[in-house]
């Protein structure tokens, strides 16, 4: 646990250092958040500080890589518990043919696209046409780097169908299908995500509360196929990196505020937290594949569903903006924008409990 720990801290004083430093470009290049009579905030604020999150989230992740065999090695996890054996991350990546190592990459790149993405809309606004072309993109990236539903299994009945075996016609249609799942499932992640940015500490916080329970999944209930423990391993160490940066951004990012994460973050957390869900999805991280991180994600996915719903009910575009998300709805009661955000976090978190015992 000492080396999740050390990554952890890294991550964490690294975005802690960057932070400022992308304040005074916002500001610097007007990427601002201005008050409306929609939002809650009533002054001036610099987006952007999902740039910071995904910078300390792939440079330590790319330095850990970079390290080599005899530097940084990693103490593993097996089926059965903590084991002795000890391996870099790279070359515990490119075992089994370097599949996990492509994942990586496929994270990093897809993430990027995501950022660059969700940066030009926080500078100059995009159609909602756009922005979903910027995140369809990010999602083909990374499932064609291996990022897929690779099966699932049948709840209470201990039957698992794999959607990787077959060849011919009807390996192609089991393909054809687990990408299309992949896709529709990153790309409602990412915009229920980016739905629930809308106070202080709110989509950060619901983040970090998933990437605490995919890491205690990949700790406590290791996955026990391809290459051994390399998926759980893998998804604690991306996990404990994530959660440093995203704590790293909340010291500057819960009310009051300094920075929001902005479309890039949201956008960003969105997709590296369904990324990881369906990478954990080989029988073991998520015993129920969707469903479980569908439980862990349940806040933002619940709203954007809703959401959704009530759009097409009024008849107005799904893309239109409104001030009927669930936090809209609790500060309509008479909560403060803090009681708000500490609901909702207990909300996901009662969730991510369930969802951990569960599987």
Known sequence: MLNYAI????????????????IKKAVKLDVVDKPTTRKVHRKIIPLWGGVAIFLSFAVVLGLLYLMGSDIFPFSLLNGTGFSGFSVSFRARLNQTSGVLGLKLAGLLLGGFVVIITGMIDDKTGLSPKKKLLGQLIAALIVVSFGVRVQGFNVPFMNHYVSLTSGQGFGGGVLFLFSAAVSLVWILAVVNSMNFMDGLDGLAGGISLVSALTFFSLAIFKPSTSLAGDNISAFIAVVTAVLCGSIIGFLFFNFKPAKIFMGDAGSMFLGFTLASLSLIGSFKGVTAITLFTPALILSVPIF??????FRRMNKGVPISRADKSHLHHRLLALGLSPLQVVLIIWLIAAFFNVIAFLLA
């Open 303 to 308: 709203d954007i569903i809703f959401a959704v």
């Open 7 to 22: 990554l952890f801290i890294t991550s964490l004083i690294l975005c802690v250092l960057i932070v400022p430093r992308v």
